[in-house]
Nanobody
């Protein structure tokens, strides 16, 4: 079985930081890309960042580039999303998801349709 569990969300002020965790079980990160996605109320789900399974290369959308950092700890089978300089626009439920064949190539397209396994999500609220 393949399972992903997100944690680390919460309420922060603009400019603050959070670190989200995605704990994986039932598979190894060496063979799966892990993407972070978010969905705000009334909006479609969008890809935020992705880390490739084969080599750990990271990808970011322009809206978070320079503020967010995706990383992984293979020994713990966990992927992280360090979020700095948070903005109210970052408020959303954040999900991690795994992709095998497609990797990170299409993580920004169609709300992550190429990612087959998803976590339950963790809420991030950025507000004064």
């Amino acid at each position: 079985q393949l399972q992903l569990v997100e944690s680390g969300g919460g309420l922060v002020q603009p400019g603050g930081s959070l670190r989200l965790s995605c704990a994986a079980s039932g598979f190894t990160l060496d063979y799966y890309a892990i993407g972070w996605f978010r969905q705000a109320p009334g909006k479609e789900r969008e890809g935020v960042s992705c880390i490739r399974g084969s080599d750990g290369i990271t990808k970011y959308v322009d809206s978070v580039k320079g503020r967010f950092t995706i990383s992984r700890n293979n020994a713990k089978n966990t992927v992280y999303l360090q979020m700095n300089s948070l903005k109210p626009e970052d408020t959303a439920v954040y999900y991690c998801a795994a992709s095998s064949v497609s990797g990170c190539r299409y993580y920004t397209r169609h709300g992550g349709v190429h990612f087959g396994s998803w976590g339950q999500g963790t809420q991030v609220n950025v507000s004064s």
